[in-house]
Nanobody, 122 residues
Framework: VQLVESGGDSVQAGGTLRLSCVGS????????MGWFRQSAGKEREGVAV?????????HYADSVKGRFTVSQDDVEKTLYLQMNSLKAEDTAMYYC????????????????WGQGTQVTVS
């Protein structure tokens, strides 16, 4: 299993970014995939988690509801995170992760991680 994130950048508050996570070595269209973030001195937290096989299993952190949208492209084997109305508190390293089912959306339940992409909002 390999996950490669990209799209992180430095933006001003109110700006937008779209993160991408390309998966390989597993069936991205039938897995639990999520975006997590970790800022300095804080624990890793879930941002958005989705079961890519459908069924409406989709979770957003309260802090990003209405601003962030997760989507998938099964042909490109890619998970996206569209981030709008960015705030300084969104500054963090963003990670993509996957596990077979979304029985738990805790970061500790995910065993496969990408290397992360940095988002800085000023």
């Amino acid at each position: 299993v390999q996950l490669v994130e990209s799209g992180g950048d430095s933006v001003q508050a109110g700006g937008t970014l779209r993160l991408s996570c390309v998966g390989s070595g597993f069936r991205t269209e039938y897995n639990c995939m999520g975006w997590f973030r970790q800022s300095a001195g804080k624990e890793r937290e879930g941002v958005a988690v989705i079961y890519t096989g459908g069924g409406g299993n989709l979770h957003y952190a309260d802090s990003v509801k209405g601003r962030f949208t997760v989507s998938q492209d099964d042909v490109e084997k890619t998970l996206y995170l569209q981030m709008n109305s960015l705030k300084a508190e969104d500054t963090a390293m963003y990670y993509c992760a996957t596990r077979r089912y979304c029985t738990s959306i805790s970061p500790a339940a995910f065993g496969n991680w990408g290397q992360g992409t940095q988002v800085t909002v000023s």
